[in-house]
């Protein structure tokens, strides 16, 4: 985790470890377990090395999925957001995705990823309609990086929110 959980985000702006050198977030989580931690971990970097989707398309799902899970998971939107934010999306759209709303103002693409996540994760189920619209937009392929990503992110709030894990302070993504 040192070795390249910490550089990434170091480089993103956001923390893992307090100032006398503790893991925060997901990370102090893993030492729990490591070694389905280090394969997780594996997961999470062929997941995000090897997706179809773009990084934007990728942060409006991760934050989709921070939002179903609410203040219980506030680490996840607080890294998140930040990267969003690097990644030209405006703190009110991501602020709007963070409190479980899609935005207009997005994409077509990021839009219906946004749609796509939402439905999964709060009536655990998709719609034909929208099952085809993004078939049609991401492929059989995209549709498969999207429920990745998803699954990589619900592990992760389920690991905040089972151990109490709390976001830094300030938690400002400006």
């Known amino acids: 985790m040192m070795a390249n959980q910490l550089p990434w985000a170091n480089d993103a702006g956001f923390r893992i470890r307090t100032d006398d050198g503790r893991l925060i977030g997901p990370f102090n989580t893993f030492l729990r377990h490591p070694e389905i931690a280090l394969r997780f971990l594996g997961f999470a970097a062929a997941e ?41 999306l405006s703190p009110d759209l991501i602020e709007a995705l963070g409190n479980g709303e899609v935005p207009d103002r997005l994409s077509d693409d990021e839009k219906l990823a946004a749609r796509v996540a939402r439905q999964l994760l709060v009536e655990h189920r998709l719609d034909d309609d929208l099952y085809h619209a993004a078939e049609e937009e991401f492929g059989q392929q995209g549709l498969y ?27 400002d993504i400006r």
């Open 48 to 88: 995000s090395g090897h997706t179809s989707l773009s990084d934007r398309v990728r942060e409006v799902v991760i934050v989709a999925v921070g939002a179903v899970w609410g203040k219980n998971a506030q680490y996840e939107l607080y890294a998140h957001k930040i990267l969003a934010c690097r990644l030209g």
């Open 145 to 171: 990086d999207i429920g990745a990503v998803m699954g990589q992110y619900q592990t992760v709030c389920t690991l905040l929110t089972m151990f109490q894990v709390p976001a830094p302070e300030p938690a």
